[in-house]
Nanobody, 123 residues
Framework: QVQLAESGGGLVQAGGSLRLSCAASGRTFSTYTMAWFRQAPGKEREFVAVITWRIGLTFYADSVKDRFTISRDNAKNTGYLQMNSLKPEDTAVYYC????????????????WGQGTQVTVSS
């Protein structure tokens, strides 16, 4: 069993930065691939970034590539999403999720989810 809790969201002006954290409970967190998704009002949840558990490979949605950086510290059972050069279209609830196996871009494949943290970017 893995429980996830996001933090670090808030209100920021366009061009600013935020760092989201995802604290995990459970000793097996390090064996899960970890991802961030987001959901804007009236839109479907979308993939943002993922980091694999074994060798830390990372993949990003095109919309955030070169602006966001995903990382994890398995010793601290924590994942991160550093968000730079934020845009109003980045406004959404951001969720972290843990995946044992499957298509990392498919939110239905994920085993555990956090409650989400709101990120609002003003223009």
């Amino acid at each position: 069993q893995v429980q996830l809790a996001e933090s670090g969201g808030g209100l920021v002006q366009a061009g600013g930065s935020l760092r989201l954290s995802c604290a995990a409970s459970g000793r097996t967190f390090s064996t899960y691939t970890m991802a961030w998704f987001r959901q804007a009002p009236g839109k479907e949840r979308e993939f943002v970034a993922v980091i694999t558990w074994r060798i830390g490979l990372t993949f990003y949605a095109d919309s955030v590539k070169d602006r966001f950086t995903i990382s994890r510290d398995n010793a601290k059972n924590t994942g991160y999403l550093q968000m730079n050069s934020l845009k109003p279209e980045d406004t959404a609830v951001y969720y972290c999720a843990a995946l044992r196996s499957g298509n990392y871009r498919d939110d239905q494949a994920y085993d555990y989810w956090g409650q989400g943290t709101q990120v609002t970017v003003s223009s």
